[in-house]
Nanobody
Framework: QVQLVESGGGLVQAGGSLRLSCAAA????????LGWFRQAPGKDRELVAH????????WYSDSVKGRFTISRDNAKNTVYLQMNSLKPEDTAVYYC??????????????????WGQGTQVTVSS
């Protein structure tokens, strides 16, 4: 199980930017597909971005496409989420997750026993 520590959240005005980081402890970081999720109060946890093991393939939810960018640095065991043009509806706790399944068949949040503490992002209007 990869241990994950998210950081970089904060309070920002609408239109602003934040860069989230997620540091992973453990070996073979490059063997994991990585994703960023978020959970707003009273809502289910949702996937917002995904990056493949080698970083060449990414996916974004429609709600963040064109504004958020996911990237990874396998040498630093870290995945990033650059968030631009933030909106109040982006307010949530953001979590990263790692999946070492092969083949990777998709994200199923309920199957992960471990989640980091998350990092709070609050966007004011």
């Amino acid at each position: 199980q990869v241990q994950l520590v998210e950081s970089g959240g904060g309070l920002v005005q609408a239109g602003g930017s934040l860069r989230l980081s997620c540091a992973a402890a453990g070996r073979t970081f490059e063997n994991y597909v990585l994703g960023w999720f978020r959970q707003a109060p009273g809502k289910d946890r949702e996937l917002v971005a995904h990056i493949s093991r080698n970083g060449r393939s990414t996916w974004y939810s429609d709600s963040v496409k064109g504004r958020f960018t996911i990237s990874r640095d396998n040498a630093k065991n870290t995945v990033y989420l650059q968030m631009n043009s933030l909106k109040p509806e982006d307010t949530a706790v953001y979590y990263c997750q790692a999946d070492g399944s092969f083949p990777f068949t998709g994200w199923v949040p309920r199957k992960y026993d471990y989640w980091g503490q998350g990092t709070q992002v609050t966007v004011s209007s």
